[in-house]
């Protein structure tokens, strides 16, 4: 959807305007959170989108059907996801788990609520989630992932400049996105271990 959005009559007729205006609203949103976000670290509120954070956006609507055993798959396995942050819309079926200190915790639907995920691309720490599947209904979740869209530039990514002191050093190598992404497909999508590479200390 950014920055490249699709021409209108590539996305099907039954949902074209529907997805066109919940994109925007969502780049809204999404501009909203990065100086949000920008201004909780102490930097100037437009500073996130300045160095790209609101260039790429890719959508996902899923729907998980009502599976007669739920209890021996999963909708989603575990992962992370890789970009900057992830704004999840999903209705009132439930099902959404984040693993916290190595114990999954449901993420209740709140009527009107948006779940907002960090990725890895903004902090390398980023929150393992998953899908169990309830039974009963078929979910649906509507899904805008910020991140560099699908132009794999070859710009090298790294910590924000103005955060970093002789007390704050780096703790990652700087990175682009095809090398991050090249070793997170290798590594099996393991969070932890394709951080490894780019890792200046402890
Ligand atoms: C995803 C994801 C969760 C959901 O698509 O990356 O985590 O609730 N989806 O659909
Ligand atoms: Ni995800």
Redesign the pocket.
């Known amino acids: 959807m950014a920055p490249n959005p699709p021409e209108p009559e590539q996305l099907p007729t039954c949902c074209r305007e529907i997805v066109t205006e919940f994109s925007k609203e969502m780049l809204n949103l999404g501009d909203v959170l990065f100086q949000l976000l920008s201004e909780a670290l102490g930097l100037r509120s437009n500073h996130l989108k300045e160095i790209g954070c609101l260039e790429g956006m890719d959508t996902?609507y899923?729907y998980?059907p009502v599976c007669p055993e739920p209890e021996l798959t999963l909708?989603?396995t575990q992962?992370t996801?890789t970009g900057f942050i992830?704004v999840?819309a999903?209705d009132d079926i439930g099902?959404?788990q984040v693993l916290h200190r190595n114990r999954w915790v449901d993420v209740p639907p709140m009527s009107q609520g948006l779940?907002v995920?960090l990725g890895t691309l903004l902090q390398f720490t980023s929150v393992e989630?998953?899908?169990v599947l309830k039974g009963a209904e078929p979910?649906v979740?509507a899904?805008s992932?910020f991140g560099i869209g699908y132009t794999l530039n070859t710009r090298l990514y790294g910590p924000v400049e103005e955060l970093l002191s002789e007390d704050n050093p780096p703790k990652y190598k700087k990175t682009t996105i095809k090398d991050l992404v090249a070793h997170a497909y290798k590594q099996g999508l393991d969070g932890t271990s394709f951080l490894h590479h780019l890792k200046l200390m402890d």
């Open positions: 996902a899923n998980y909708g989603a992962h996801d992830t999840l999903q099902g959404l779940v995920n989630h998953r899908v979910r979740s899904i992932f």
